[in-house]
């Protein structure tokens, strides 16, 4: 009876060992995957770069009516206190809503969000119609409709609009 629980031992330990080693694509030059690689138009040298902002290519998406409408139970139109935020690295982006507090704000603030490059959040949108008009009040903004929920947690915000940037939250 004393065997079993030896030998279960035994190879545990012996497991512990056994590890698979990691195989790079592309990493030799007698890879069988190379040719593979070249047919797909994929570089060997090609690496992120984490210093860079890395952006999503939007121009396939035609039909944003799917994910519509978007609810942020945690967010609603009001003020915001503004406050300093130490998050280096990250870019600036703002939430807004279709309510009229939100456009007037989107209006006001779109040449300047445009300079700094900030990405949008439409974090309250009924219908394509409205989205529509979130988009037409910044012309020339990435706006996308997003749950801003675990956003507005993290943060620790109750309203919209508001620009979240790596130094600062402000309205």
């Not at 069988?32 to 998406?61: C, E, I, K």
């Not at 978007?70 to 503004?82: F, Y």
Request: glycine share 6%; with cysteine.
């Amino acid at each position: 009876m004393k065997r079993i629980p030896l030998i279960c031992y035994c190879i545990l330990l012996w497991a512990s060992f056994a590890q698979a080693e990691l195989t790079v694509v592309g990493n030799s030059p007698d890879d069988v995957t190379l040719p593979y690689l070249h047919m797909t138009g994929a570089q060997m040298s090609d690496r992120a770069q984490p210093d860079r902002a890395m952006h999503a290519d939007l121009s396939t998406v035609t039909d944003e009516a799917w994910i519509l409408p978007v609810r942020s139970s945690q967010l609603s139109p009001g003020p915001i206190t503004p406050r300093a935020l130490n998050m280096p690295g990250l870019q600036p982006f703002f939430l807004v809503g279709g309510d009229p507090q939100s456009l007037t704000w989107l209006r006001q603030h779109a040449v300047g969000l445009r300079e700094m490059g900030a990405a949008g959040l439409a974090v309250e949108v009924a219908d394509t119609e409205s989205l529509t008009r979130i988009r037409a009040a910044a012309p020339g903004l990435t706006i996308l409709p997003v749950n801003g929920n675990e956003i507005a947690i993290r943060l620790k915000i109750e309203h919209y609009p508001v620009l979240i940037s790596a130094s600062a939250l402000e309205q």
